[in-house]
């Protein structure tokens, strides 16, 4: 381990440590390293734990100073049934799983969650038609426990609701996002990996037989050489994809940014489950989602942004009410929404072009689809078979 990185590490040095041998390239020697994984949000802890569980040797890189802090910190913190998401695609697959598998591990590990459910409710009768098909699509993707109620059923539940028809999800939760990357983290740390805060993936390149690449922390530069890179920097996965040399441009996907606005209700929450409106084009609409402390906020909504920006127009607040109001007639008014906010990356279908400059979803984008799973693996087969097994994973 160069000394600069172990300076970062927080972690118990796992036993191959002391026996890691040397590369060397013409920018000079590189230290040899098992696996390492470029960011520490849920989904570079949770591959850094599943590799370190398979008995490989693990650095995860972190350019902030803690873990968490990019789009994993700023979510609904939702476990979702998957029930939008089109039959067969990797979104429906993966949802499902991943969501039994979710709630088995925070039982196990004491990560805080709720079962709270979810109702999608319908405030007309054009909706309430919509609630079948929904339903129907649920289903199909192995939704099991979700049904239909009446009006009535549904007032039942929630008192402060109005709608003509609703849909019920037992299995849709909410979790304690930052006790479950805690969670993952402990995991990996337990099976000898290593995170290094402060540290950024900043370029790699081919180097012989093997991929190297350059990390910098207090304003200096390590070397690395990894026989596994996987690529988890969220909003920076396009970003260190592009720094790696020889990696052919056209297999990196377009990144647009999607900001979610949210506007956090002051005060007690009328509703002890998540409230969906039935789906609009492009979202999900203005839902209620609580946390565990029983805090309730409305949104997020989708507002398309040349880079990322932070900021919430607080005039949205008014176009908040009116959709609120549709199902809760009672939103006080003013009903004082504390601005709050988030943001996410939407990137094209490669086959549709890695170039085109709407992302799906957008106006004039590609139709929504599902993850991209790329492995570096086939993208550069032809360039030795240096990078062995890069990935990414993508959410559109
Ligand atoms: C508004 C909104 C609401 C959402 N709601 C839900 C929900 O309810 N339920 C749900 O399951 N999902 C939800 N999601 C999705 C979920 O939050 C994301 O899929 C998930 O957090 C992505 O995690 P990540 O690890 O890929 O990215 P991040 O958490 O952003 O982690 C990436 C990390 O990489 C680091 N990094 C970047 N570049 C570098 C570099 N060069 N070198 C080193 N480190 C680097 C960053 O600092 C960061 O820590 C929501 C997303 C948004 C935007």
Known sequence: MPPL???HCVATPSPASGRR???TGKRGVADKVDAVVVGAGVVGLAVARALALAGREVIILEAEAMIG????????EVIHAGIYYPKGSLKALLCVAGRKALYAYCEVHGVGHRRCGKLIVATNEEQRSRLES???AARGNGVDDIRLMTREQALEREPALSCTGALISPSTGIVDSHGFMLALLGDAQAQGAMIAYGSKFTGGRMAGAGLVIEVAADGNVTRLAPRLL???AGLGAQAVAAAIEGLPAHTIPALSYAKGNYFALLGRAPFSHLVYPVPEPGGLGVHLTLDLGGQAKFGPDVEWVERPDYAVDAARAGRFYAAIRTYWP???DPWGGRADQSLRHRIARPHLGARRRRPCGAPGGAPRDSFILTAARELVAAQRGCLRQAGYLYRR
């Open 5 to 7: 990185i172990r300076r």
């Open 21 to 23: 041998k040397k590369a």
């Open 69 to 76: 802090t990019g789009i994993s910190s700023r979510n609904s």
């Open 134 to 136: 929904i339903l129907a």
């Open 230 to 232: 996987v690529n988890c």
């Open 330 to 332: 009672d939103l006080p």
